[in-house]
């Protein structure tokens, strides 16, 4: 009978409080929520560089949050569907804004069709990542490769003619409603693809490259705190042109994997 009312207790207690390990990453989801949501008014106002800062700064949130749940072991179904919703409003419905009011508002017609593309593409990405859970584990290659291109990045692809304007406001054909519409067309296609992009989540760097990877961390740091637009939209070129090299990296894994 005793044993009986202790897990009545406890099964109360589990109903009535949550350990604070298990909300932390959802109070860290729900910062990168605010970030995407306070881009949107920045992109009403037309205040672009704001705009895209708060894009970037749900992007640091949405890596931290899922870090944090790993950490403290407060991995929650609830938790995965909320990061989920915060992706979908900070990668896909803010840049999509962002790039109507900056360049498609005026192209006749069909200038917000494009910008859906680029909503419905993250929902339709979001989606299939959800279901994959579920499925049975990816075969060993995959380790080190996301299926498409990941939210965050694919905001990034999607900002980084605002931000080559930043530093370049001559170029104005990145401004043109050819050149916007075409590359919301592609981030979205990359988005529910399945080519295989790189992945660092299970990434191991040799002893011999710590020295050399703590240099490079310095002077990426000393780069973005000079010239911060210009630092991050090469870094989103760099990782535009890493797409076909990973294509060919996988490739050759899966032949040397199915080989063996």
Known sequence: MENINNKLMLSRQKLTSLPFRKIAPNIVTMLALCAGVTSIRYSIQEDWVKAVFCIFIAAFFDGLDGRVA???KGSTKFGAE???LSDFV????????????????DLPKFGWFFC?????GMAMRLARFNTMLDEEPQPEYWNHFFVGVPAPAAAALAMMPV?????FPELTVVRSHAFCATLLVLVSFLMVSRIPTFSTKKLKVPTYMFMPMML???????????????????MVVLYALSIPVGVVVFWREKARFEAE
């Open 70 to 72: 790993r950490m403290l």
């Open 82 to 84: 909320l990061d989920s």
């Open 90 to 105: 900070s990668f896909g419905v803010a840049p999509a804004i962002l790039l109507y009011q900056w360049s498609l508002f």
């Open 116 to 120: 859906l593309l680029m909503s419905i």
């Open 163 to 167: 931000m080559i304007s930043f530093d």
């Open 216 to 234: 490079i961390v310095a002077l990426f740091a000393s780069f973005i705190i000079t010239q911060p637009w210009l630092t991050l939209g090469i």
